[in-house]
């Protein structure tokens, strides 16, 4: 079809809801329509910064009352928040219909709240995606957080909510015995247990078992009077922050997984001195000794595995060796890690926080670019990072 793919997400994103709805439906149902979207979204430069928040449980736990509540309390705080209901087995998409039956509970279509239903039709790429996608269309308009629900807790169900952010599962007093039944899939996904209905009898006992064998927070809530929503907001926010931190550090070990020690600075007052060991007695044969005149120090390495040790001596009394010597006498006085570029290296740790004694790059023994990373921020140690040529 021949939608002006530009214009319609100009219009999402200036807050047209049919727009927004249109350009849900495009990115779930795949193909070229999708990919023309996602590539207007990315030349907006998506954060994906938006907290997304997966609800599951059995059917009957009450999910989309408690969804419902959720949304109301994270809009109360000026969020505008999308929900995705997704239910594998009905063959609808779109308003607020779920299963085959209009869902009479929708929250009201406020600007502050989107809610979108989703099945399988038209998924192409399979409803996690379309559910992905969907959730990128939203975080686009501004919507922060979206809340993906599920109708049941069959195994697609826990494939669309695991890659939430943080993932709350519902249950209800009167499963107490059949805990230890329950698909252990769910159990192993949820990072809070929100067991709705808790003015039942036999909610305390429900809680209880689920403490006893889960180390997750287990909060008690009643999605038809607000009891507890306030404590699993709370919850659900201290868990997101945890989560993002996660998220950046796996994403950071991804991009650093090829870090090694590329060599170990030792201070010392003579280069030629300290070959008398090095040499003479381990063996191992220096590189040749170089000057770095802007560091004021004389610097040999000796090959060591796949590292090396770096013998520095200083050439001046007030360059950073000597008055380390003077400090702590002779010794290691730095470890190297080898990055691969260390441009984005310094970039990305720049943006965690971490305290820099480089900003920018400069010149290292042997043609290497180097900057240090202030001992505060690395356990006492002068780290360096090193990229070699
Ligand atoms: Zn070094």
């Not at 100009?10 to 709805?21: K, P, V």
């Not at 607000?226 to 550090?249: F, N």
Request: some cysteine; hydrophobic content about 40%; aromatic content about 4%.
């Amino acid at each position: 079809m021949n939608w002006d793919i530009d214009k319609l997400v100009e219009d999402a994103l200036a807050g047209s809801r049919r727009s927004l709805s249109k350009c849900i439906s495009l990115v779930e149902n795949g193909g070229a329509d999708a990919h023309a979207v996602r590539l207007v979204l990315d030349k907006l430069g998506q954060r994906k910064t938006a907290k997304r928040i997966g609800l599951t449980g059995p059917p009957g736990s009450g999910k989309s009352t408690l969804v419902n509540k959720l949304a109301e309390a994270f809009a109360k705080d000026g969020n505008r928040v999308g929900i995705i209901a997704v239910d594998p087995s009905s063959p609808y998409s779109g308003g607020a219909i779920l299963g085959d039956r209009v869902r009479m509970d929708a929250p009201s279509e406020t600007t502050d709240i989107f809610f979108r239903s989703m099945g399988n039709r038209g998924a192409a790429g399979g409803l996690s995606d379309a559910c992905a996608g969907a959730a990128d269309v939203l975080e686009a308009c501004g919507y922060n957080p979206i809340l993906i629900e599920t109708v049941g807790v069959g195994q697609s169900e826990i494939e669309i909510v695991r890659h939430a952010d943080v993932v709350i599962v519902v249950m209800v007093p009167g499963l107490g015995d059949e805990i230890q039944s329950i698909k252990a899939g769910i159990l192993e996904i949820g990072d809070v247990f929100a067991v709705n209905k808790c003015d039942l009898p036999g909610a305390d006992r429900t809680a209880h078992e689920l403490r006893a064998v889960l180390s997750a927070p287990v909060v008690m809530v009643s999605a038809m009077n607000g009891e507890g929503i306030e404590e699993l907001v709370k919850t659900i926010s201290l868990l997101s922050q945890t989560a993002r931190q996660k998220k950046l550090l796996k994403e950071s070990e991804l991009k650093m997984k090829t870090l090694k020690i590329d060599h170990v600075g030792i201070a010392v007052n003579s280069i030629e001195e300290s070959l008398g060991f090095y040499e003479g007695m381990l063996g191992i044969k220096a590189e040749g000794v170089e000057e770095v005149a802007e560091q004021k120090v004389k610097v040999a390495f000796l090959p060591c595995g796949d590292s090396e040790l770096e013998l520095l001596e200083s050439t001046s009394p007030d360059g950073p060796v000597a008055r380390f010597i003077e400090k702590n006498g002779e010794g290691v006085q730095h470890i190297a890690i080898r990055v691969d570029d260390i441009e984005a290296a310094l970039e990305e740790l720049k943006e965690k926080g971490v305290r820099l004694i480089d900003e920018t790059p400069r010149y290292g023994a042997g043609g290497a670019s180097i900057a240090f990373v202030h001992p505060k921020s690395a356990g006492g140690v002068l780290l360096e990072l090193c990229e070699r040529k």
